[in-house]
């Protein structure tokens, strides 16, 4: 462990994503293994989205009869 290791930023780990983390320090396949991982968080919350407003028709159809 060297004098001044705690001022080099640490690299996620591989398929976690930190938001505004600095991208230069990234090699190519590592930018595009943050890709995928992005576009998996994105499915990932767009099918909450979906849920959520299933759950919401759902509960609207109950409550306005």
Request: glycine share 6%; net charge negative; no cysteine.
């Amino acid at each position: 462990m060297g004098l001044f290791d705690e001022d080099v930023p640490k690299k996620s780990a591989p398929g976690t994503v930190a938001v505004g983390e600095d991208l230069s320090r990234l090699s190519e396949a590592e930018l595009e293994e943050r890709i995928e991982a992005l576009r998996a968080e994105i499915n990932r919350t767009q099918k909450e989205l979906e849920q959520r407003g299933t759950i919401r028709d759902a509960a609207n159809s109950i409550f306005q009869k």
